[in-house]
């Protein structure tokens, strides 16, 4: 069974940066759109970035220019760079990939003030 597998979390003081990046299980498994989520405890979680096959990309609202998703040229990793992170941003960051209805576990994001 395909698994999405995160990594690149971590401890950052505010105004640090992180690199997120997600890709599958299986070598060479293409995700089609891919997206990044976060969610904290008791909230809702909500969506950070998606990019299509196309190359268009969707920030959430909060994002106001700090962040960026990418990908790799095999569309098999998707990558989320954390720029200007603030304490706000601490959450868990999930990786999908829509077309499967994969989720990744999450890796945890924690800035501090």
């Known amino acids: 069974q395909v698994q999405l597998v995160e990594s690149g979390g971590g401890l950052v003081q505010t105004g640090g940066t992180l690199r997120l990046s997600c890709a599958a299980s299986r070598n060479g498994f293409v995700l089609d759109t891919a997206a990044w989520y976060r969610q904290v405890p008791g909230k809702q979680r909500e969506l950070v970035a998606s990019?299509?096959?196309?190359?268009?990309?969707n920030y959430g609202d909060f994002v106001k220019g700090r962040f960026r998703i990418s990908r790799n040229r095999a569309q098999t990793a998707v990558y989320l760079q954390l720029d200007r992170l603030e304490p706000e941003d601490s959450a868990r960051y999930y990786c999908?990939?829509?077309?499967?209805?994969?989720w990744g576990q999450g890796v945890q994001v924690t800035v501090s003030s």
């Open positions: 999908k990939a829509p077309r499967w209805d994969l």
């Open positions: 990019i299509t096959p196309a190359g268009d990309t």
